[in-house]
């Protein structure tokens, strides 16, 4: 089992940073891939950004590709998503995501959710 808790989210003006951060509970969170969603208003949930257990792959959307990174510390049990260059259509509820394995883009393929957190993005 692995529980995840998401922080960092909040107002920035637009073309500003913000760094959201996922705590995950549970033993040998290296063996589990992590991905970053997220979700606007009257919107489906669209990926953003994945990676593997190890730390050494990584997968953007487009849409947010040259402006977020994503990261993780095993030894802290953390995933990390530097969101650079903020956009309006940046607005969504971001949620952390896990499963056992390889990373996909595919939401359904991750078993673990965190609650989310609210990125507003003004002008």
């Known amino acids: 089992q692995v529980q995840l808790v998401e922080s960092g989210g909040g107002l920035v003006q637009a073309g500003g940073s913000l760094r959201l951060s996922c705590a995950a509970s549970?033993?040998?969170?290296?063996?589990?891939?992590a991905g970053w969603f997220r979700q606007a208003p009257g919107k489906e949930r669209e990926f953003a950004a994945a990676i593997n257990g190890g730390g050494s792959i990584t997968y953007y959307a487009d849409s947010v590709k040259g402006r977020f990174t994503i990261s993780r510390d095993n030894a802290k049990n953390m995933v990390y998503l530097q969101m650079n260059s903020l956009k309006l259509e940046d607005t969504a509820v971001y949620y952390c995501?896990?499963?056992?394995?390889?990373?996909?883009?595919?939401?359904?393929?991750?078993?673990?959710w965190g609650q989310g957190t609210q990125v507003t993005v003004s002008s």
């Open positions: 995501a896990a499963k056992y394995g390889s990373s996909s883009r595919t939401a359904t393929l991750y078993n673990y």
């Open positions: 549970g033993r040998a969170f290296s063996s589990y891939a």
